[in-house]
């Protein structure tokens, strides 16, 4: 991998408004036992969906952002095989 890239995934994710730090712990609250939380492809609630994480669950989050349209806060997360986008709101730092 060429060094630079490395450093233009910063620049990018700095331009973005996006923190850039290490991997960090969720749980997936705020909602109804038997609901779940949608990951989207993108930091938008008309975004396709990805996936479902139920409530209770951890999740990796990788950096939060509120530079969206509707200005919510939404953060980068893994669960399971999906990578996507999740609403802050539902994320407790576990």
Do not use: H
């Amino acid at each position: 991998m060429p060094r630079s890239l490395p450093a233009l995934a910063v620049a990018l994710l700095l331009a973005g408004g996006m923190s850039v730090r290490a991997a960090e712990t969720f749980r997936v609250e705020g909602l109804p036992r038997d609901d779940s939380l949608t990951i989207r492809e993108a930091p938008d609630a008309g975004a396709p969906a990805l996936g479902q994480i139920p409530v209770g669950r951890r999740v990796l989050g990788f950096g939060c952002t509120n530079e969206t349209p509707s200005g919510l806060t939404w953060c980068r997360v893994k669960f399971d095989r999906s990578l996507g986008w999740a609403r802050r709101r539902y994320l407790t730092p576990d």
